[in-house]
């Protein structure tokens, strides 16, 4: 009994010290903090988090810290502070992503700032608008090969569709087709692999090994994979000319330790998460209304003219007359937007009137950014034509969209992402005739790491023009 007594009395001191010694400081952010020390509000923020972000900020103002998990997440919501999140000298993006990186990647942490930097720049200068159209043609050819491999006609879920063409496609055009997997039974367990890694990333990014078997079987599965392909990368890069090499061959050059296979299974990962839920719902916005579908379908037809459908060549100069077909891209971007980014916070920050202590993690949630109606009036809704007033020729995309992040950890791929979704949804779009057999799910809440996941079933059915 004495000893019920004690355990309770001392269960209840902690709880009573958690509340009146945490984060009493008067300039900080209001803190929801719920009542179980270390847990704090981790339950209700991690059942639906996009939701809580926005009940957060009604009832809290623009800016609040959530604690949970043993971390402080101060989120910023007014546009006016992105400025300072994305440029200031007192946040860093590599000190808040490290752990992530580390449980995701199995990435020492001396090695992530070892090379962190380099491998950044590395991707940066790889993949600028200019270096793309080394790129977009082998990448056609291999969008147009795995789309025939769908066949003439069949049905089933256009997410999976879409990720059975850009998962080997992707890969193929950004580490080298040379280097990648060629026999069908090792490609479909490529793929079965990855969607597993894909779909487990952000518990992943959270949680050890040993809470996630089936995640880390298919990590290391993936890893291994990858160690083949940069043996053959590492043979074959002696003969290939400079400017022929793949992202694969230059990161060999630029990672000197054993991370080597996993700084190439994160970049794998960066390439294909983001972009093929961003295609399916620009194909799934597409196909569910009527008139969109029409117009972009009209101005694919002129702009391709009467190429076979088969083997469809879209160049990058076509690709630019299809703005129609851009505007509903960058739109499905907008409504679809990672749901948070972050950096950490290393010296006290000023935002609004509070001050935001070191070791902060601080957020902003692009989705929620996008849905300003100061920016995007009419922000619920799917309007392509919203995108005519940005200078997409000079690469200027409207003010308020954050999709991408911004300052020196911009997305790096941003310009590849862009083509690549433009021209799978410019094929599939003239190859198939295309019927939606399920209403346009809603996006998931459950995820706050990178696009927006559908949250339920999206069927279609395809059939060769
Ligand atoms: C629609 C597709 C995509 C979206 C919405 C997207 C969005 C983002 C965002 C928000 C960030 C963090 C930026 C920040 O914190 O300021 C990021 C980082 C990154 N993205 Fe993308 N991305 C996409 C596609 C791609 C593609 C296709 C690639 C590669 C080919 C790529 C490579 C990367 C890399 C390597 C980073 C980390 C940068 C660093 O370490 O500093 N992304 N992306």
Same mark, same amino acid.
């Given at each position: 009994?004495?000893?019920?007594?004690?355990?309770?009395?001392?269960?209840?001191?902690?709880?009573?010290?958690?509340? +009146?010694?945490?984060?009493?400081?008067?300039?900080?952010?209001?803190?929801?903090?719920?009542?179980?020390?270390?847990?704090?509000?981790?339950?209700?923020?991690?059942?639906?988090?996009?939701?809580?972000?926005?009940?957060?900020?009604?009832?809290?103002?623009?800016?609040?810290?959530?604690?949970?998990?043993?971390? &402080?997440?101060?989120? +910023?919501?007014?546009?006016?502070?992105?400025?300072?999140? /994305?440029?200031?000298?007192?946040?860093?993006?590599?000190?808040?992503?490290?752990?992530? +990186?580390?449980?995701?990647?199995?990435?020492?942490?001396?090695?992530?700032?070892?090379?962190?930097?380099?491998?950044?720049?590395?991707?940066?200068?790889?993949?600028?608008?200019?270096?793309?159209?080394?790129?977009?043609?082998?990448?056609?050819?291999?969008?147009? #090969?795995?789309?025939?491999?769908?066949?003439?006609?069949?049905?089933?879920?256009?997410?999976?569709?879409?990720?059975?063409?850009?998962?080997?496609?992707?890969?193929?055009?950004?580490?080298?087709?040379?280097?990648?997997?060629?026999?069908?039974?090792?490609?479909?367990?490529?793929?079965?692999?990855?969607?597993? #890694?894909?779909?487990?990333?952000?518990?992943?990014?959270?949680?050890?090994?040993?809470?996630?078997?089936?995640?880390?079987?298919?990590?290391?599965?993936?890893?291994?994979?990858?160690?083949?392909?940069?043996?053959?990368?590492?043979?074959?890069?002696?003969?290939?000319?400079?400017?022929?090499?793949?992202?694969?061959?230059?990161?060999?050059?630029?990672?000197?330790?054993?991370?080597?296979?996993?700084?190439?299974?994160?970049?794998?990962?960066?390439?294909?998460?983001?972009?093929?839920?961003?295609?399916?719902?620009?194909?799934? /916005?597409?196909?569910?209304?009527?008139?969109?579908?029409?117009?972009?379908?009209?101005?694919?037809?002129?702009?391709?003219?009467?190429?076979?459908?088969?083997?469809?060549?879209?160049?990058?100069?076509?690709?630019?007359?299809?703005?129609?077909?851009?505007?509903?891209?960058?739109?499905?971007?907008?409504?679809?937007?990672?749901?948070?980014?972050?950096?950490?916070?290393? &010296?006290?920050?000023?935002?609004?009137?509070?001050?935001?202590?070191?070791?902060?993690?601080?957020?902003?949630?692009?989705?929620?950014?996008?849905?300003?109606?100061?920016?995007?009036?009419?922000?619920?809704?799917?309007?392509?034509?919203?995108?005519?007033?940005?200078?997409?020729?000079?690469?200027?995309?409207?003010?308020?969209?954050?999709?991408?992040?911004?300052?020196?950890?911009?997305?790096?791929?941003?310009?590849?992402?862009?083509?690549?979704?433009?021209?799978?949804?410019?094929?599939?779009?003239?190859?198939?005739?295309?019927?939606?057999?399920?209403?346009?799910?809603?996006?998931?809440?459950?995820?706050?790491?990178?696009?927006?996941?559908?949250?339920?079933?999206?069927? +279609?059915?395809?059939?060769?023009?």
């Amino acid at each position: 009994m004495d000893f019920v007594i004690l355990t309770l009395s001392v269960f209840i001191l902690v709880i009573l010290g958690y509340l +009146v010694f945490v984060d009493t400081n008067p300039n900080s952010p209001p803190c929801i903090r719920g009542w179980i020390p270390w847990f704090g509000a981790a339950f209700e923020f991690g059942k639906a988090p996009l939701e809580f972000i926005a009940q957060a900020r009604l009832k809290y103002g623009p800016v609040f810290t959530v604690f949970a998990a043993g971390k &402080r997440l101060t989120f +910023v919501t007014l546009h006016e502070d992105f400025h300072t999140f /994305f440029m200031s000298k007192d946040v860093d993006f590599e000190q808040a992503v490290q752990e992530p +990186v580390h449980n995701t990647a199995s990435i020492s942490k001396e090695s992530f700032y070892k090379f962190h930097p380099a491998c950044n720049s590395l991707i940066k200068g790889r993949l600028t608008q200019g270096n793309l159209s080394l790129l977009s043609s082998h990448l056609c050819e291999e969008f147009n #090969y795995n789309l025939e491999l769908l066949g003439s006609k069949g049905s089933g879920g256009l997410s999976d569709l879409v990720r059975s063409v850009m998962y080997p496609a992707v890969m193929s055009n950004l580490l080298g087709k040379c280097n990648s997997p060629s026999c069908p039974a090792t490609v479909q367990e490529f793929k079965d692999k990855f969607r597993i #890694y894909d779909e487990g990333f952000e518990y992943g990014s959270q949680l050890p090994d040993i809470f996630l078997r089936e995640w880390a079987k298919s990590k290391q599965w993936l890893l291994s994979l990858l160690d083949n392909m940069i043996i053959k990368a590492e043979g074959s890069s002696r003969s290939t000319e400079a400017g022929t090499k793949t992202l694969l061959q230059h990161l060999v050059t630029t990672i000197t330790d054993k991370f080597l296979p996993n700084y190439g299974l994160l970049m794998l990962w960066a390439s294909l998460a983001n972009a093929i839920p961003i295609a399916f719902w620009a194909l799934a /916005f597409i196909l569910s209304n009527p008139s969109v579908h029409r117009k972009a379908v009209e101005q694919i037809t002129e702009v391709l003219k009467n190429q076979d459908t088969a083997q469809t060549g879209v160049t990058a100069a076509e690709l630019q007359k299809l703005s129609y077909l851009k505007w509903c891209i960058l739109e499905a971007i907008r409504l679809r937007a990672p749901g948070a980014i972050t950096r950490r916070v290393v &010296r006290p920050i000023k935002i609004q009137n509070y001050t935001i202590p070191p070791g902060d993690l601080l957020m902003i949630s692009p989705f929620w950014a996008h849905r300003n109606p100061k920016y995007f009036p009419d922000p619920e809704d799917f309007k392509p034509e919203r995108w005519e007033k940005a200078d997409l020729v000079k690469n200027v995309f409207l003010e308020g969209f954050v999709a991408f992040g911004g300052g020196r950890n911009q997305c790096p791929g941003r310009w590849y992402a862009l083509m690549e979704i433009h021209m799978i949804v410019t094929l599939i779009l003239y190859k198939y005739e295309l019927t939606l057999l399920d209403p346009l799910p809603k996006p998931s809440t459950l995820h706050l790491v990178g696009t927006q996941q559908p949250a339920g079933p999206c069927r +279609v059915q395809y059939k060769h023009r």
